[in-house]
């Protein structure tokens, strides 16, 4: 069993920054099976949509409407993923979501909400 705890969201200018964090807890066993952790968004009236993974050992994907504004990270250590969000349109406003897949059963965070608007 694997919880993921998001942060960071919040009301920002268009071209403004955000980030985000995914904080994963539980069973020592499970956190250590952790493969790819992952960032979704859904908009209202819209399906949920990849933004951004990354593995275990960095290698990273990105939908081609955040390449070269958005970029995830991960800390290990810390069982934690980022994504940071550069240059943002309004757009991107949606609820964010933290994926995580663990012998292939996939886990949430509950989202964070992003609203990109002057």
């Known amino acids: 069993q694997v919880q993921l705890v998001e942060s960071g969201g919040g009301l920002v200018q268009p071209g403004g920054s955000l980030r985000l964090s995914c904080a994963a807890s539980g069973s020592i066993f499970s956190i250590r099976a952790i493969n790819t952790m992952s960032w979704y968004r859904q908009a209202p009236g819209k399906q949920r949509e990849l933004v951004a993974s990354i593995t275990n050992d960095g290698r990273t994907n990105y939908a081609d409407f955040v390449k070269g504004r958005f970029t995830i990270s991960r800390d290990n250590a810390k069982n934690t993923v980022y994504l940071q969000m550069n240059s943002l349109k309004p757009e991107d406003t949606a609820v964010y979501y933290c994926?995580?897949?663990?012998?292939?059963?996939?886990?949430w965070g509950q989202g964070t909400q992003v609203t990109v608007s002057s």
């Open positions: 994926n995580a897949g663990v012998f292939g059963i996939e886990y």
